[in-house]
């Protein structure tokens, strides 16, 4: 019951999401916009997410799921910062990429926020927080299980101090 609420607030979401000459509109988020969610997890949620920081931010489409972290938006290739799904042939490698394509499916848009403190990336991919329909996917991956916290970059990530990572 609560993957299908998920999936229904993120598909309901999309649609509410105002647009400014192609840009998301802007609103203020504070760490404080989320609510607790199962597993200890917060709920983040905001019809009009907006970037932190002074990374790249942007908003494409999105091309290709790789997997229950990583995908394609635009011609960027994006690590999800701060999480991690299991890797093909592991047990929650199919849950996890159908999660990611159910609430960031192909063809929608997505807003991109790279980590200001993971601009180096991750094998040529950029470590970011990605927006789909108002849902944060980093956290929405982590409220669900089918994702872990990777501490060791909770010391350079620019999202860590936000309430859905769980960084201590």
């Known amino acids: 019951m609560a993957l299908a609420l998920i999936l229904v607030i993120g598909i309901s979401g999309y649609a509410i999401i105002n ?5 998301a509109a ?11 969610g199962a597993a200890n997890y ?9 970037c932190k920081g002074t990374a790249a ?5 999105v091309a290709y799921i790789v997997d229950g972290d990583t995908l ?5 290739r994006i690590r999800l910062a701060l999480v991690n799904t299991p890797e093909v042939g592991q047990p929650g490698y199919t849950e996890a990429k159908q999660f990611t394509a159910q609430l960031c499916h192909v063809g929608s848009q997505a807003l991109v926020d790279e980590d200001d403190g993971q601009t180096g990336g991750s094998y040529g991919r950029t470590v970011a927080v ?6 944060n ?10 994702a872990v916290l990777v501490t060791y970059y909770c ?3 620019e999202f860590a101090s936000e309430s859905w990572t769980g960084c201590p």
């Open 155 to 157: 010391g350079v990530s």
């Open 57 to 61: 931010c942007f908003t494409d489409t």
């Open 26 to 36: 802007s609103t203020s988020r504070s760490a404080d916009s989320c609510t607790n």
């Open 137 to 146: 996917l980093n956290a929405e991956l982590l409220r669900s299980g089918l």
């Open 72 to 76: 394609d938006v635009g011609s960027t």
């Open 130 to 135: 990605v927006y789909c329909g108002g849902a």
């Open 19 to 23: 647009y400014n000459n192609g840009e």
């Open 42 to 50: 917060p709920t983040c949620s905001s019809p009009n997410p907006e």
